[in-house]
């Protein structure tokens, strides 16, 4: 077959190709290189063939047995305060307006005086599990639900906090979760990407939330801008005003043939892999797209049940696609840091507003359908804040100590797992670790965290690094 080589591939193959003459002979002079029989080099070539024909997103068998097929992750970025939503602290009305000498230590920033929440507090469901008044609607459903009261991460900061809790380190230069989600089960359905981030705008630090980093590019997350979720226009440059979907047909085969060929004269090219499926992705998605983004479609009391405004209708749609198939579903409760209330705590009531009754609908949607058994809905944000005050009545961030909360998917619901000491400052009873909770994640939907691995730059990576264990008591 004729084909020219790019100066890159022809520098690197005459670079490398003298070592593998000369390792080449010494394995040949060690009997360790059978040189009279091609089998090896044909099942290599085979396999290599075999594999660049399969989908990167064809769903894989799990690590052992599932108990959830898909995750709703909904993301308050800006971090809600714990202390005025689901970790009630009464000493800090006992003691509002002081500094306690134990709440100073080991500090290097300036800490407040103890702020008590304005919010009240009331226990719900069978085990009486505390929640605030911000949240009526997801309290009534508290008995599905697990709170985690002793989260603790590394960095009272956005960036670095963001970064932690979507892909396990600080710094941008790892796979999210959703990558490593799609990378090690796939996706049910070929027609709609694996991996949907909903945001409207974009988090303080933007794609890197939901990046593939060094995996294949396929398993990037597929943002969708949902400041206005019209079907037609919500996936940018999807539909072909100038040629019917026929002459589309026939234009992406061409480019498709001539993509194999290109590759089948250079080996595995992970980014060109990448390439032909998102283009096939890309053609599919003018139809599959237009039906799952369609609420119309949905009866007036399922719209009624989640209401209306932008983030309930990303509830809506997130269940629309879980039902189709999707793996993950990420939702940004806004652009920016929204939660991020250093001037005013009382503004939390206006996030809770626009977001408890989505949510609770949510939950009962997935119940009623019988999808909630398999869906995995995590909420929380990158940190908690301080239970002292900024300012009059604002909160700072805060790392050592907050909440999140799991539902469905094989979680033990009605539940509150760990604490925070009495001033809700640090987690002290079943820590839980960013680490902690994506390994609690991947166990759920079937996956060793220390198996899904991904060889790059010499050695094995992974979502947990070297750290994370499987929080057991959460699991039903």
């Known amino acids: ?201 974009k988090p303080v630090v933007g794609p890197q939330l939901w990046s593939n980093s060094f995996l294949p590019g396929i398993f990037q997350g597929c943002h969708i801008d949902n400041s206005k979720l019209d079907p037609r226009t919500v996936i940018q440059h999807v539909h072909n005003q100038y040629l019917p979907a026929a002459a589309q047909r026939q234009q992406l085969d061409l480019l498709q043939e ?77 652009g920016g840091q929204p939660w991020d209330d250093h001037g005013d705590i009382l503004n939390h009531k206006n996030h809770a507003l626009a977001s408890d009754r989505p949510i609770a609908a949510l939950l009962a949607d997935l119940k009623s359908r019988g999808l909630l058994d398999e869906t995995l809905v995590v909420w929380g944000g990158e940190f908690g804040r301080t239970p002292w005050s900024e300012g009059a009545k604002g909160r700072d961030h805060h790392s050592r100590g907050f909440t999140m909360w799991l539902a469905g998917g094989g979680v033990k619901g009605g539940q509150a797992l760990g604490n925070t000491d009495e001033f809700g400052n640090e987690a002290v009873e079943n820590k839980v670790h960013v680490h902690d909770l994506h390994a609690t994640l991947l166990h759920l939907l079937g996956l060793d965290h220390t198996r899904l691995t991904y060889r790059y730059s010499g050695r094995d990576f992974r979502l947990t690094d070297v750290h994370g264990r499987v929080v057991g008591e959460i699991i039903a």
């Open 258 to 334: 001539l993509n194999r060929e290109h590759l089948a004269a250079r080996g595995a090219d992970g980014q060109l892999e990448a390439r032909i499926e998102s283009l096939e992705m890309a053609f599919r998605l003018q139809f599959a797209a237009q039906e799952v983004f369609e609420l119309s479609r949905e009866s007036e009391a399922t719209r009624k049940l989640y209401g209306s405004g932008q983030f309930a209708d990303a509830c809506l749609v997130a269940r629309r696609l879980v039902e189709r198939g999707v793996r993950m579903v990420q939702l940004y409760y806004g």
């Open 1 to 201: 077959m004729n084909f020219t080589l790019s100066r890159r591939d022809w520098l690197s193959r005459m670079g490398g190709g003298f070592g593998t003459l000369g390792l080449a002979s010494v394995l040949a002079e060690a009997g360790l290189l059978d040189t009279e029989s091609p089998a090896s080099a044909a099942e290599s070539s085979s396999t290599s063939a075999s594999s660049a024909a399969t989908s990167p997103l064809a769903p894989r068998a799990p690590h052992f047995r599932a108990k959830a097929k898909r995750v709703i992750f909904l993301f308050m970025n800006g971090g809600p305060s714990h202390v005025d939503t689901f970790d009630p602290k009464p000493a800090l009305q006992k003691y509002a307006g002081t500094k306690p000498e134990a709440l100073t230590k080991n500090y290097q920033r300036s800490v407040g005086n103890l702020f008590p929440s304005p919010f009240k507090f009331a226990k719900y469901g069978q085990a009486g599990i505390d929640v605030s008044e911000l949240f009526p609607h997801i309290a009534e459903k508290i008995d599905d639900i697990c709170v985690i009261r002793s989260m603790h991460t590394d960095i009272p900061n956005h960036e670095p906090g963001l970064l932690m809790m979507n892909s396990g380190n600080t710094q941008p230069t790892r796979p999210s979760l959703g990558s490593w989600l799609t990378y090690g089960l796939g996706t049910e359905n070929q027609n709609l990407p694996g991996y949907v981030v909903f945001c409207p705008g």
